[in-house]
């Protein structure tokens, strides 16, 4: 049993025009190297076609094979990384800010460009001729009167309105993507900062995380669907218990039925991605934590909140 994560560029799925949430019917295309009949390299197509009735492949448009699809459904599942109203595809993370980091990279383009240029400073020769003067260890320039001579210098405050410029299209990615700067590796002082207060520092993060979550569960749900109608399909006895396995606990079948959907139901859990408030001390814990939002407290909080919300 595999789950393969598939190239976007070799899918073409095909729709519901009136519902984007189902698929109709997917096509998988690439290109491959392999060996002709004449014993030479040769690049081949392979494209399988996969339908609820049927799944056929082709190699170079020739049909190789062709089977019923025993389980009734398409076992692809695309997960939009950030939803598009009135769309089936998703947006990427980094859509925003590519014209910025094009700039970005352009302006440190030039930046090192300067540098390099002044690493190998040009000699200015003013009233004398480059031919009179010996370059060497220990040489002496004996110049004309009024003639001078000096390298040409780096201004620094050109280089320092480009950092200046740098920062601020660093500012304006972070500030468009969501991502604050200490995420990635900005230096702070060390603190003993709340969960809370690293939820509100990093709310934009958060936002993004929380959005995308709804997604990713709802495609991992339909991934475990397609694993679990494949095992009942190809090896129903994992179906059942063993025996070897821990005692069943109340509420667990020895036998899953695979006729019921409830069979193929599952549920993701998403551990906090920040710390979550720990249990305090017996006669400060309602005044402090209280007023927190559910997601920042920890179990062994909940029955406490809930006890003093309603203390009957």
């Keep these: 049993m595999r789950i393969l994560v598939l190239n976007s560029a070799f899918c073409f799925p095909e729709w519901y025009p009136h519902d984007r949430s189902r698929l109709l019917r997917f096509k998988l295309k690439y290109k491959f190297w392999g060996t002709s009949a004449e014993g030479t390299r040769q690049v081949f197509t392979y494209t399988e076609l996969l339908t609820p009735e049927f799944v056929e492949e082709f190699i170079n448009d020739e049909m190789v094979d062709s089977r019923p699809n025993p389980l009734g459904c398409i076992p692809v599942t695309h997960i939009a990384n950030i939803q598009v109203s009135s769309a089936p595809w998703g947006r990427s993370d980094i859509e925003d800010i590519i014209p910025i980091n094009r700039a970005y990279n352009e302006v440190a383009t030039d930046v090192i460009d300067m540098i390099n240029y002044h690493a190998a400073p040009v000699t200015i020769i003013t009233g004398a001729k480059a031919s009179q003067l010996e370059r060497g260890v220990k040489k002496t320039f004996t110049l004309p009167k009024d003639a001078s001579i000096q390298n040409l210098e780096l201004n620094p405050s050109g280089v320092q309105v480009s950092m200046q410029f740098l920062e601020f299209l660093k500012k304006s990615m972070h500030e468009m993507t969501g991502v604050p700067e200490g995420a990635l590796g900005d230096v702070q002082p060390i603190s003993n900062t709340s969960g809370v207060a690293l939820a509100i520092q990093y709310q934009p993060m958060m936002n993004r995380y929380n959005q995308k979550k709804i997604n990713y569960s709802k495609g991992f749900a339909e991934i475990n669907t397609h694993v679990l109608m494949t095992i009942a399909l190809k090896e129903p006895l994992e179906l059942q218990w063993n025996g070897t396995d821990e005692e069943l606990k109340e509420g667990q079948l020895p036998v899953l039925d695979?006729?019921?959907?409830?069979?193929?139901?599952?549920?993701?859990?998403?551990?906090?991605?920040?710390?979550?408030?720990?249990?305090?001390?017996?006669?400060?814990?309602?005044?402090?934590?209280?007023?927190?939002?559910?997601?920042?407290?920890?179990?062994?909080?909940?029955?406490?909140?809930?006890?003093?919300?309603?203390?009957?």
């Design 258 to 312: 695979p006729a019921d959907p409830l069979t193929y139901q599952t549920e993701t859990h998403w551990p906090p991605p920040l710390p979550v408030a720990g249990l305090p001390c017996h006669d400060h814990w309602p005044s402090t934590y209280m007023n927190l939002p559910i997601q920042y407290l920890s179990p062994s909080l909940m029955p406490r909140v809930r006890a003093a919300v309603s203390p009957n």
